[in-house]
């Protein structure tokens, strides 16, 4: 008796040393994961989403943004990201402005991704993934979205950073958004400074 | 017992995380976050018309709003969505050729092969072009024109200049596009067929960009700065693409 109790606790040791062994190794699992891997769930979750629920279809809907703040968001640097959109403006700004800078464009281009996501639905997609190595990012994943008269190239430009994998640009058919964004940021702090650019992202995003 | 086990749990499961956890951030592959590569910073677009560009910005706004949007918009609400395809279709046929002769131009025989295949297939199979059953062949259609060719050229882009009614462009993309309609058989028909025809392709052009319009407006903060910036990232890549294809075709 006393010893099918050992037995039983034994196993439950065991069961729970298992536990434990999983349970401590899955943090480090989620930090290796690899960045094709990481794009290829990003953009099969995108369109899936978007393809099964029509109120995600709609650029201005309050599911879609939720969609995005929950699942888009945190893969993306933005911090990374609006440093390369201000390129050498970045450091005239003041570290209050710059923090102001990213929280606003963080909010634009989080819009820009809800207005882009929703016009998936049009597309067939077939996740083709393809490392290659590029200036300023650490990896690039190429993926090809086939189904419209021609099949478009979205490329994803990852850093592996403190919080792992993450996001820092995209380029639609090698067009790249962030680049656009700079030649705007160029302008405005050519036209009236750092508060310039802060000013008009906190125009667009209606505050 | 239960107590026990929560208290066993916890002690195995939990603690060794807490406990481990830091070594394991530190096994982390090193932050590789390489700095910011300045010459990567392309330089500032050459736009040296750019008051007459935005007047003339403006302008092509303008005509949007009172005669093109709702003539879209119209097309969009009475033609149903197959002819518009069959529509876009007939007239990517139509460029198939000219990209396949664009191609040829620049030494590149194998996309130029590519184009004129696709050609065959849709102008038979697709009946005159109105479905693209080369594109279900794994034949995309690929972009190419004249003023890519002058970029291959060697020809510089020159400056950013807004045409009215097409709407951006540069010096090079003009030359260009001079070529095309001095070339295009359409110049040639009777006025009403060809202005009919040439009014056409330009309303579906427009109807098929709507969606793009409309993001961009959304996104920019600075509508005529972002298109300049998208539109020369187009066509720069477009020069580069067929430099690259040229170049690897001849060695």
């Known amino acids: ?207 | 017992m239960k107590i026990r086990t929560a208290s066993v749990f916890f002690l195995l499961a939990v603690l060794p995380n807490i406990a481990f956890a830091a070594p394991v951030k530190k096994m982390k592959p090193a932050v590789i976050t390489a700095p910011l590569v300045e010459e990567n910073e392309p330089a500032p677009p050459n736009d040296m018309l750019e008051p007459l560009n935005r007047a003339t910005f403006a302008l092509n706004d303008g005509i949007d709003f009172v005669l093109i949007n709702p003539l879209v918009t119209l097309w969009n609400g009475i033609m149903p969505s197959f002819v518009r395809t069959g529509v876009g279709n007939f007239f990517n046929n139509l460029d198939d050729v000219y990209v396949g002769v664009n191609h040829v131009l620049q030494g590149n025989g194998s996309a130029a092969g590519a184009d004129f295949k696709r050609v065959v297939v849709n102008t038979t199979v697709g009946i005159g072009g109105l479905f693209d059953v080369g594109a279900k062949m794994g034949l995309h259609k690929v972009d190419g024109d004249f003023g890519q060719t002058l970029g291959v050229w060697g020809f510089p882009t020159g400056p950013y200049l807004i045409l009215p009614l097409l709407g951006p462009s540069t010096f090079r993309e003009t030359a260009g596009r001079s070529v095309r309609v001095m070339t295009d058989p359409r110049s040639y028909m009777d006025t009403v067929p060809s202005y009919s025809l040439m009014g056409l392709e330009y309303l579906q052009t427009r109807a098929d960009t709507k969606a793009n319009e409309g993001l961009i407006a959304a996104s920019s903060l600075d509508r005529y700065v972002f298109i300049r910036n998208l539109y020369l990232q187009k066509r720069a890549l477009l020069v580069k693409s067929g430099r690259d294809k040229t170049s690897s075709a001849a060695n």
């Not at chain 1, 993306?76 to 609006?82: A, G, L, V, Y």
């Not at chain 1, 989080?110 to 590029?134: F, M, P």
């Not at chain 1, 979205?154 to 592996?160: K, P, S, T």
């Not at chain 1, 639609?172 to 310039?196: H, K, M, T």
Request: hydrophobic share 40%.
């Open chain 1, 1 to 207: 008796m006393t010893l099918r109790c050992a037995l039983s606790g034994l196993a439950q040791w065991l069961a729970l040393t298992g536990l434990m062994v999983v349970v401590s190794l899955s943090p480090l699992r989620a930090e290796v994961q690899v960045p094709d891997e990481l794009v290829k769930k990003l953009a099969a979750e995108m369109t899936q989403a978007v393809r099964n629920d029509p109120e995600l279809q709609n650029p201005n809907s309050v599911k879609i943004s939720d969609f995005v703040q929950k699942n888009i968001v945190p893969r993306f640097d933005f911090d990374r990201i609006t440093q390369i959109a201000m390129g050498r403006n970045w450091a005239k700004a003041s570290p209050t402005e710059q923090k102001q800078i990213v929280i606003e464009f963080g909010k634009l281009l989080t819009r820009t991704y809800s207005n882009a996501i929703s016009t998936l639905k049009e597309l067939d997609v077939e996740i083709k993934t393809t490392r290659v190595t590029t200036p300023n990012v650490d990896v690039t994943v190429k993926t090809q979205m086939i189904g419209r008269p021609q099949p478009v190239a979205i490329d994803y430009g990852l850093i592996n950073g403190p919080g792992g994998w993450k996001v820092s640009d995209v380029t639609v058919e090698g067009i790249s958004l962030v680049a656009a964004y700079r030649d705007e940021f160029n302008g405005l702090v050519s036209a009236s400074g750092v508060q310039g650019v802060i000013d008009a992202l906190k125009k667009k995003n209606g505050g």
